[in-house]
């Protein structure tokens, strides 16, 4: 069973820095593609960003590429979003998720395994 759990969401202003966790267990994580959605209230779960099994290429929403940042450690099979600049309208629940698949990830159903979410919210 393949668990994913975030942490590092939190009430910050617009302008601030934020850095979100994911860490994985039940599965071997060098084998995923991992990605990052969001989801305000009343719209679709969008996408984030994603890497790659090897780390070699990221991907980012045109709404946040330069303001944030995707990583991934194998030694702590965790998987980091770097927000920087944050804005109002970054304020979402965050999640996690973890792809066996190839291809274009940058639709929730494409993902295989999700966490539970956590809440960014940015004050003007």
């Known amino acids: 069973q393949v668990q994913l759990v975030e942490s590092g969401g939190g009430l910050v202003q617009a302008g601030d820095s934020l850095s979100l966790s994911c860490a994985v267990s039940g599965g071997t994580f060098g084998t995923y593609i991992m990605g990052w959605f969001r989801q305000a209230p009343g719209k679709e779960r969008d996408f984030v960003a994603y890497?790659?099994?090897?780390?070699?290429?990221?991907y980012y929403a045109d709404s946040v590429k330069g303001r944030f940042t995707i990583s991934r450690d194998y030694a702590k099979n965790t998987v980091y979003l770097q927000m920087n600049s944050l804005k109002s309208e970054d304020t979402a629940v965050y999640y996690c998720?973890?792809?066996?698949?190839?291809?274009?990830?940058?639709?929730?159903?494409?993902?295989?395994?999700w966490g539970q979410g956590t809440q960014v919210t940015v004050s003007l």
């Open positions: 998720a973890a792809s066996a698949r190839g291809g274009v990830l940058v639709t929730p159903e494409r993902y295989d395994y």
């Open positions: 890497i790659t099994w090897t780390g070699a290429r990221t």
